[in-house]
């Protein structure tokens, strides 16, 4: 199996798009935000330029706030399903111990500055989704400046009061970040926000957020008595990220292998290819939180992932729709996509061969009509329905039919072209027929069509129709010229009581009485 990212210059599947509107409500959201971001951008760039001036404490933590930001700013967290889509980054710290230190403007601006270097650190993003980040930052950061600005914490050292501050500035920069990133995932996917917001890691990374920012609290102490002791705080900010870090994998993990695994029951459960199909697509989509998944005969094309379900000369892919870029696919999931892929092949194959050993049970190997025992099993089901219900109009009906001295032609022209004979014959007769009815070789030259919901009326019609449409030159190539065919037929209706086995044998009677008459007698 293979899995492969598309480049992104590649056209788009429009199957497997989200819904025009949905796209377009998530792109103006996305402006939005980075058009409100650029707007507090304005705001501080004058506010800054115009307020105090930092002493050397604050200079201090300005030149540490840049790199800072930047490295917490890359080992952020996601928080949705499968890798997710709303990106927590842990830099929120630094703005904490900003907020305590200088003037709000200059505040907000640093920590954007290095919010700005780490979005350059990563590579896998676009300008877009790199536009987006910021200005997302922009307007979490600001409501937690603002908290903190009007519940009167700050500059000028922290207080036991200053504790509430630090709770509510987080709880808002939290649930600016999620929510505003979760709505924007929704509407580009085509899921409900309760779904792109709620995760089972979202509990303990925000506790680990909150922890973080509680030591950007410590750290804007312990500058103003002691700076020497900041290095203190490494192993206390380490924890809270590495275990947060650990459970959002662990989640991801657990829940990717609780997929796969209902994946393959849902597989080996399946006994049709149209019933495995959907269990996989539906498997696919779980799998990689994409908003749709289906199986194509080529390769993923523009932000879509796909892997590998079934080589050449039959090729089959499993290919899952694009997600926004702010959400791009990782070897995560891929690798995991791949496995689902494997899982499908296997099951695929195994329903295929299912498939073709009902055929051949059930199919004529020379005309590919239904077999005797297909046409006893099927009429046995249809007896046994119109006993079931005494008072349903119409029942099954068959019409016996037996082409006339098939046994010249093969006497005459060799077995090979009296093969060649009932196949063109099986084609008369099942072009001739209703889709709901059924066509059988009974055996040798002798052939039923059962009738399902008849009475005399119609069953004597099809019967002409079906022996008019038997009837005639047929071109053989086996023979080079045609063979005129003549054949005999004979109808049985159900009758209360009456039996599959006993319908064959009147409808059998009724046909060679036909055979002597040259028409076929009606039912009594």
Not at 369 to 375: F, G, P, S
Request: charged fraction near 20%.
């Amino acid at each position: 199996m293979e899995s492969v990212q598309a480049r992104p210059d590649e056209a788009l599947v429009a199957a497997l798009s989200v819904p025009a509107p949905r796209r377009l409500r998530a792109r103006l959201l996305d402006l939005g935000i980075v058009l409100l971001g650029v707007a507090l951008v304005g705001w501080a760039v004058p506010a800054a330029l115009g307020g105090a001036q930092p002493g050397p404490r604050g200079l201090l933590v300005l030149l540490a706030a840049l790199p800072l930001t930047a490295c917490l700013g890359a080992l952020g967290l996601k928080l949705t399903r499968f890798g997710g889509a709303a990106h927590v980054a842990l830099d929120s710290m630094v703005l904490v111990l900003l907020a305590w230190t200088v003037p709000p403007a200059l505040a907000l601006l640093v920590w954007l500055g290095g919010v700005a270097l780490s979005e350059l650190q990563a590579r896998t993003r676009d300008w877009e989704t790199r536009a987006f980040n910021l200005g997302l930052s922009a307007v979490a950061g600001s409501v937690l400046l603002a908290a903190v600005g009007l519940l009167g914490a700050g500059q000028g050292g922290v207080r036991p009061a200053d504790l509430l501050a630090l709770v509510l500035g987080t709880a808002g920069y939290l649930l600016t970040d999620l929510v505003l990133t979760a709505v924007s995932v929704a509407w580009s996917e085509d899921r409900s926000v309760i779904e792109a917001v709620t995760d089972e890691s979202t509990p303990v990374v925000s506790l680990a957020v909150l922890a973080v920012n509680g030591v950007g609290l410590l750290a804007a102490l312990l500058t103003a008595s002691a700076p020497w002791a900041l290095v203190l705080l490494v192993p206390v900010l380490l924890a809270p990220l590495h275990l947060a870090r650990a459970s959002a994998q662990a989640n991801r993990e657990r829940a990717r292998t609780a997929a796969l695994f209902e994946a393959a029951s849902a597989a080996q459960a399946a006994r049709t290819r149209e019933d495995l199909l959907a269990a996989v697509t539906l498997a696919a989509q779980r799998l990689t939180g994409a908003p749709a998944a289906r199986l194509v005969a080529s390769a993923p094309r523009a932000g879509q992932l796909g892997a590998r379900v079934r080589p050449e000369p039959d090729p089959l892919w499993l290919v899952v729709a694009p997600r926004p870029a702010s959400n791009r696919y990782d070897e995560a999931d891929a690798s995991a996509l791949r496995v689902l892929a494997a899982l499908a092949g296997q099951a695929l194959d195994r329903v295929d061969l299912l498939q073709d050993m009902r055929r051949a049970a059930d199919s004529d190997p020379l005309t590919g009509l239904a077999n005797r025992r297909e046409l006893e099993r099927v009429l046995s089901e249809a007896v046994a329905l119109a006993e079931d219900s005494p008072g349903r109009p119409g029942g099954p009906g068959l019409v016996y039919l037996d082409l006339d001295d098939f046994k010249r032609v093969n006497d005459t022209h060799g077995h090979a072209v009296g093969d060649e004979l009932l196949v063109a014959v099986a084609q008369r007769l099942a072009a001739a027929v209703r889709e709901q009815d059924l066509v059988a070789r009974y055996g040798g030259d002798e052939f039923v069509v059962l009738l399902h919901d008849t009475d005399a009326e119609h069953a004597q019609t099809m019967a002409e129709r079906v022996r008019a449409g038997v009837e005639g030159v047929v071109s053989l190539a086996g023979t080079g010229a045609g063979l005129r065919v003549r054949a005999s037929a004979g109808i049985a209706l159900h009758r209360p009581g009456t039996t599959g086995p006993a319908m064959l044998a009147a409808a059998d009677v009724a046909m060679y009485a036909a055979k002597h008459s040259g028409l076929v007698p009606p039912q009594r």
